[in-house]
């Protein structure tokens, strides 16, 4: 049995996806800015696939910009409301837990003079709202963070933080990478004071190499790069055809299964957590349970077993996992989520992330706990010898 649990990382293109992906590249081939018959068609599907990510998250069509992924609409999003916006200030606020997408961004701003303010986290992985207010000043450009963290599954409160930006004298922008939770949790832009916000497609069962940024209407944002004018300017280059009517099907999907898929997601992490506590000794739980914890991610630490061992164990009986983040996760520097979260070194060392997928079944469940167990009992008999 394939057990494949590593859907942080990315996930299974949903069959809807496959097909509409190969019907693209094989008939709708047309370039989009062109005047012929066959350029106006493909033009149609791509403003239809706009419609169906921007009902995905309740926002109009042309607030939707298509881009070629996560990377690259978090640095749009950033970098695009920073050029577009120098005059209102000069000190940028995001947390120590965000994705390399994000804090890369913001070490090299950091060498342009910028003031970064990097925002602490509990020992849940939850930034201390009372730090950020302080941080606010009147000379606050941009806040930049995540929905929900890719390692260890910890939900910020989007909306308490959106309406204290909004009560501020000078509004900063609110950036936020839902890269993780858009088709997992609910999102409502426009009750959350958002102005920019990121997706990916391969997150949601979607292709890889596209995604979307959110642009509220009225916000200025300079483009990275220039070119002939495609997404209004802000992300000019042929569009990926293929991949936005993929993501288009994907968000479509995710959007109107959204409720049975949450319920679906916690049923399999509660029952696998279950298992583990009750069958798996000297563990330790660096996932939030309950609202502050996002559904389909669990990470959690395997005292004196290294990670990597195990998951090269694991994927023996093709149980597939991960340490953390697959942006990251060759580098051989430890977790910087779970060094703000404060764990040791051997939590940090011993720590796996189980992400899980409405595909997954409850009987994949079970069979990749019994292994789990099976291989942790038979790694620690070997590291007492």
């Known amino acids: ?41 493909v033009e149609k599907l791509i403003k239809a696939a706009r419609k169906q990510v921007a009902r995905a998250l309740g926002v109009k069509d042309e607030e939707i910009i298509f881009t070629s992924g996560g990377t690259e609409s978090n640095n749009i999003a950033i970098l695009g409301i920073i ?33 970064v303010i990097y925002l602490d986290v509990d020992e849940w992985g939850k930034i201390k709202i009372k730090q950020l207010q302080e941080a606010l000043t009147d000379n606050t450009l941009l806040v930049s963070l995540m929905h929900v963290n890719n390692e260890v599954g910890t939900v910020q409160p989007i909306e308490e933080i959106g309406k204290m930006l909004l009560q501020q004298k000078s509004k900063p922008f609110f950036h936020v990478d839902a890269i993780q939770s858009f088709g997992k949790l609910k999102l409502n832009l426009g009750k959350l004071g958002i102005d920019i916000l990121s997706i990916s497609g391969h997150k949601i069962h979607g292709p890889k190499g596209v995604g979307a940024v959110f642009v509220k209407k009225g916000v200025k944002v300079y483009p990275l790069f220039l070119g002939g004018n495609q997404e209004t300017g802000i992300r000019s280059g042929t569009e990926n055809v293929p991949g936005i009517l993929g993501l288009g099907v994907a968000a479509e999907k995710i959007w109107n299964g959204l409720d049975k898929h949450y319920d679906q997601l916690t049923i399999l992490r509660d029952r696998f957590l279950e298992r583990v506590r009750n ?22 630490s395997f005292i004196g077993i290294r990670g990597e061992v195990l998951l090269h164990s694991l994927e023996q009986d093709e149980i597939y996992v991960s340490t953390g983040s697959a942006c ?23 720590a796996i992330r189980f992400s899980f997928s409405y595909n997954n079944t ?5 069979y990749a706990v019994d292994h789990l167990k099976k291989h942790v009992e038979e790694l620690r008999k070997i590291m007492m010898r």
Do not use: C, W
């Open 279 to 300: 069958e798996i000794p000297n563990v330790k739980i660096n996932s939030s349970e309950g609202p502050d914890g996002a559904p389909h991610i669990l990470n959690i």
């Open 1 to 41: 049995m394939e057990v494949y649990l590593d859907n942080s990382a990315t996930t299974r293109p949903s069959e809807e996806v496959i097909e509409m992906v190969t019907k693209a590249l094989r008939d709708s081939y047309g370039n989009p800015s062109s005047l012929h018959r066959k350029g106006i068609e």
């Open 83 to 115: 050029e577009g916006n120098k005059r209102k200030g000069n000190r940028i606020i995001t947390s120590k837990i965000e994705h390399p997408s994000v804090l890369n961004v913001f070490k090299r701003l950091e060498t342009r003079g910028y003031e």
């Open 328 to 350: 990251s996760s060759k580098k051989s520097s430890q977790s910087h989520v779970l060094k703000a979260m404060k764990l040791s070194d051997d939590e940090i060392e011993g």
């Open 362 to 366: 409850r009987e994949e469940i079970d």
